[in-house]
């Protein structure tokens, strides 16, 4: 590990080394920063605005590794583009609802708002501890009343657009925290917050139209060239814009059928069987009063036990089950009867809950088929090849040109999907029609620890909205907690009585909360106007600051968090208060901390404690260290010893400077009679200013950007051994290593900075700029080949004449012996880098 390899030579253990006194001036600095207000910001300044931020977090008592890494990751950002001549807003709040703080109210007797407050305490100073440039006098928690008064605003604005509603609908209830779930909230079948496994139940609930953005959202995708590619295709992904046709097949007898939605209508004559979703009505009306009502009862029940999560679906892999309902539709295009099945791998969430079993062109369908000894009809096939369905061993997708289609025989498949349209219209069989995986967000939750929804029920004025001058509406702090109750807030009269704001009369509160991800939807907004208490915030602010420039945070949010707040962030523009159609510019995705091959966690016994490194070693050695060991993006392997190679390096810088503050004394720009050597460092020194420059810059690999200035002080080091030194060079070499140190290191650079000299803040100082002239090479090395093959290399002076180069190579007594006896014919020389002798 390069850290290591940085050590002095001769240094001797950890114990006999000299420190630097990381407490004392780690404990100094954090206390002049805060007194001195270094890192508040206004919203004007005569600076171009830039608005770092890393994704707030839930205030669960204590900072994790994956913490650290990503606000170390915002700081430097922070700090660099401060250097860099930006006014920069760097705030940090907490995600404060949520059901941690009530489950610790039920065990520990702990209101969650104390709970909260004491974690969010605890995590505050932690992140001081870190050195983080955050300018606190913009702090927001969302679980006060000063925040969620306007989370309340929020709701009542998607109300009054027509963008939340109440419906009864199939719901995802987790029966151990006793809450609904949205889709995106299900992982695996299970609860994303504990585990337990989902099940659907039948429940009033309230929905955002999150669908009437859906377009909007995916083409907007295309807007996001600063965000990593896996993160859009994840979100196109769970969008699922499918564009088809829906098709009705009839039930004889009835005057209604089957509708499904196909992407394929070209496969049309290809379908040998229906199948319908567990949960689809037409299920156990189809079997009422047969022989096969009871089996079917019987597997409907079992497949809402497996919630449709965690079912086949697309999974090919699954296993998947079914059974013939004993019923036939007809298929529009060819009038054959096909058998009606019910079956576990077809969700009712999705298109219709009906599926055309096509098993010769859709692989789930084929197994299925395959399983329950079902036809196989070939509807196309490629160009040039017949298919056999009875030697078929796996479905073929693509249809090529459409065979047993009637009067569709020999289109090629996508002319055939606009000609089955059109037909199937003009018949009156179906219609051209899109479709979305993507459904409406369900909002209601049945806790009490989440903002209240601000909607009141009378008796005679129905659904009453609070009035906006009202909000907000207070969570009672007289609240219990009995394990079981599905919605404490509805256990307290006090709070579910009140008067309707239009008649006068009696009415009662809505006693569901809102789901958390509404209130960290629109935060990064009240970032740049904390204290306004007439609005959420001033467009005027707004605009000041959105879009974020970059936004850091974990990848398992990109379907859940940055997907709302997207959709936030079209609301808000389409209401006229913001100016920006997405809200964040640029997103890093940092990776895990990881530790023996695993991520961290107490389950597995793997966790370093941050508190413990900042106590053995200081917060810049953690810093250093998490921001050196992988680039950001990627998975971090700790390493103890990589840690003491940071603490090592940090403590090697030190004694650099504080070993040479007398020579830093002379002005650094004096730079007449340089001697070699001199040029030599001021080469390296430029070299690092504009590697750390672009890594940062552009790259954001941190890790190559601490490489290249630890390489520096190698050259340092070696500089100072010459009998012969420039104070003016070595001044400048001090004072850039510490510029380029201070956004990963901020307390041991400020102190450095002062104790040379300097009286301002070093992270107020203006980021180094290279010379160019500087970085001119006095010397080049040529690679010199005979006949293609390397014989050897030549050192020239930078500009020498091609002649030159040509000259001194065939004087080289490597190439004379490989040319001795032969004709040059040829020298191909390509400038400052290679000479090509051909001869024979």
């Keep these: 590990m390069l850290i290591e390899q940085c050590r002095l030579e001769g240094e001797g253990p950890l114990a006999r080394e000299e420190h630097y006194n990381f407490k004392e001036i780690e404990t100094k600095w954090q206390q002049v920063w805060e007194e001195r207000r270094s890192h508040r910001v206004e919203n004007k300044s005569d600076r171009p605005n830039y608005y770092v931020l890393e994704m707030f977090p839930y205030p669960s008592g204590a900072l994790h590794m994956g913490h650290i890494r990503n606000y170390s990751i ?8 401060t250097m860099r001549g930006f006014n920069v ?65 929020m709701f009542l604005l998607m109300y009054k657009r027509g963008l939340a509603y109440k419906r009864k609908a199939p719901v995802n209830w987790c ?83 089957i509708t499904v939605f196909t992407t394929r209508q070209d496969t049309l004559y290809g379908v040998t069987f229906m199948v319908l979703a567990a949960e689809h009505p037409l299920v156990l009306e189809l079997v009422k009063g047969s022989d096969r009502e009871a089996a079917v009862r019987e597997f409907v029940e079992k497949c809402r036990r497996q919630h449709e999560m965690a079912r ?45 079993g096509v098993p010769a062109h859709d692989q789930r369908d084929f197994e299925f088929a395959r399983k329950y000894d079902l036809p196989v009809r070939v509807g196309g096939q490629p160009v040039g090849e017949v298919l056999d369905p009875d030697l078929m061993t796996e479905a073929v997708p693509a249809a090529g040109v459409l065979v047993n289609s009637g009067p569709f025989n020999g289109l090629e498949s996508e002319l055939a999907k606009d000609k089955i349209a059109d037909y199937l219209e003009a018949n009156g069989w179906g219609k051209r029609a899109v479709t979305y995986r993507l459904r409406d967000w369900l909002v209601s ?28 509406v207070m969570l009672p702090e007289n609240i219990k907690f009995d394990p079981g109750v599905v919605s404490p807030l ?51 602010a707004v605009d000041s600051w959105l879009p974020v420039d970059q936004y850091i945070g974990g990848i398992e949010h990109a379907v859940l968090h940055l997907l ?118 001021r080469r390296k020194v430029h070299a690092t200013i504009k590697k750390v420059s672009e890594d940062i810059e552009e790259r954001f690999n941190f890790n190559t950007a601490i490489a290249a200035i630890m390489e520096m002080v190698n050259e340092i080091q070696r ?66 080949q005979v006949n293609g093959r390397l014989r050897d290399r030549l050192v020239v002076a930078a500009g020498s004449p091609p002649e030159e180069v040509e000259r001194l190579a065939l004087k080289l007594e490597k190439v004379q012996s490989q040319i001795e006896g032969k004709k040059v014919v040829k020298v191909i020389n390509v400038p400052g880098k290679l000479l090509n002798i051909v001869a024979k």
Aim: hydrophobic share 35%; proline share 6%; net charge negative.
């Design 89 to 153: 807003l760097h705030p940090m709040g907490w995600d404060a609802f949520g059901m941690p703080a009530e489950n610790a109210a039920i065990k520990h007797g702990t209101h969650p708002a104390e709970w909260t407050k004491q974690n969010i305490a605890k995590m505050r100073a932690q992140q001081k501890q870190l050195g983080t440039s955050y300018d606190w006098e913009r702090e927001v928690a969302t679980c006060l009343p000063d925040y969620y008064r306007w989370t309340e605003w």
């Design 175 to 257: 029966p151990s925290c006793q809450t609904v779930l949205a889709n995106e909230l299900v992982v695996e079948g299970g609860c994303w917050r504990c585990g337990s496994g989902v099940v659907k139940k039948e429940l009033e609930q309230r929905f955002f139209k999150i669908t009437d953005y859906a377009d909007r959202l995916l083409e907007d995708l295309s807007l996001l060239g600063g965000w990593p590619e896996r993160v859009r295709i994840m979100q196109e992904h769970w969008i699922g814009k499918s564009v088809g046709a829906e098709v009705t097949f009839s039930l004889p007898g009835q005057e209604r059928g």
């Design 74 to 81: 915002g700081d430097v950002v922070a700090r660099f583009k």
């Design 719 to 784: 500089y100072l051994e010459n009998d012969r030194q420039h104070r003016g060079v070595v001044r400048e070499a001090l004072e850039t290593l510490l510029l380029l140190l201070a956004p990963f290191a901020p307390h041991i650079t400020e102190e450095l900075w002062y104790q040379i000299g300097h009286t301002d803040s070093i992270h107020r100082q203006s980021w180094p700029q290279w010379d160019d002239k500087a970085l001119a090479q006095e010397e080049i090395t040529i690679v010199v």
């Design 564 to 681: 709302y707040s997207r959709f936030f962030t079209k609301v808000l523009y389409d209401a006229g208060l913001v100016s920006n159609v997405e809200p964040f510019t640029n997103l890093l995705t940092q990776g895990m901390v990881i530790k023996d091959g695993a991520k961290m966690s107490k389950s597995k016994g793997n966790v370093v404690n941050p508190e413990e490194i900042f106590a053995k070693y200081g917060a810049d050695t953690a810093r250093l260290f998490i921001l050196f060991a992988a680039p950001p993006d990627k998975d971090l392997d700790w390493s103890d010893q990589g840690v003491e190679g940071a603490w090592r390096f940090l403590n090697r810088v030190w004694r650099l400077v504080m070993g040479n503050k007398t020579v830093v004394s002379s002005p650094a720009n004096e730079y007449s009679l340089l001697e070699r050597a001199d040029r030599d460092l």
């Design 490 to 540: 509805a256990q307290i009269p006090e709070f579910v009585n009140t008067t309707c704001p239009q008649c006068g009369g009696p009415a009662r509160r809505e006693t569901d909360t809102m789901d958390t991800f509404i209130c960290s939807s629109w935060y990064y907004y009240r970032y740049t106007d904390p204290k306004n208490d007439q609005a959420p915030f001033s467009k005027e």
């Design 312 to 356: 086949p679906g697309e999974e090919a892999d699954q296993e998947k089950e079914g059974l013939d309902l004993g019923v036939h539709c007809i298929n529009p295009v060819n009038g054959e009867k096909v058998p009606i099945w019910v079956a576990n791998y077809v969700l009712m969430g999705y298109g219709t809950g009906a599926v055309k």
């Design 445 to 472: 939750r049945q806790r009490y620890w989440g903002a209240p929804i601000p909607i009141d029920y009378c008796d005679s004025c129905g659904t009453v909205p609070v009035p906006e001058e009202d909000l907000p």
